[in-house]
């Protein structure tokens, strides 16, 4: 299986992980995700990223993003993949957003190489939807009094 797994400081990951179950359907466990909250030590978090993981064979890939490059969470996260040996079939991305998660969701399993698909096409597409959005204002009018 190829999974998603959120990381973040604050309750970032979480609230993208119902974000995302809103619009690509709830009750999947192929996305999971877990942050480092306020006041929580790097050991505490790194034992909820060890039950996080605790179903992922090592036949198994990983997607995983995180909030910030060289993050707690991120480091964290990737130092208990290591240990269990997942390394190895992870991608990490800092930086996530929506766009990126839910075309990783939604195209995953299309994808002949998981890895490459994320680093190239996800990322890309991401960086496209990074964007200013603009609406062209009425010239006044002497009507609006």
């Not at 269990?84 to 992870?90: D, M, R």
């Not at 490459?116 to 990074?130: C, G, H, Q």
Request: hydrophobic share 45%.
């Amino acid at each position: 299986m190829r999974y998603v797994l959120l990381v973040s400081h604050g309750e970032f990951a979480p609230g993208l992980h119902k974000a995302i179950e809103m619009l690509a359907g709830s009750d999947r466990e192929d996305i999971l995700s877990t942050s480092l909250k306020n006041g929580m030590g790097a050991d505490e978090f790194a034992e909820n990223v060890r039950e996080l993981i605790k179903g992922i064979g090592k036949e198994d890939e990983i997607a995983m993003f995180a909030d910030i490059v060289g993050g707690s969470p991120l480091t964290t996260a990737a130092n208990v993949l290591a240990e269990a040996g997942l390394i190895g079939k992870t991608v990490m991305v800092g930086g996530m957003n929506l766009p990126l998660v839910l075309n990783t969701v939604l195209s995953k399993d299309f994808a002949e190489d998981f890895g490459e698909f994320v680093r190239t096409s996800a990322v890309s597409e991401a960086r496209e939807m990074i964007q200013e959005f603009t609406i062209a204002a009425e010239e006044d009018s002497e009507d609006f009094i």
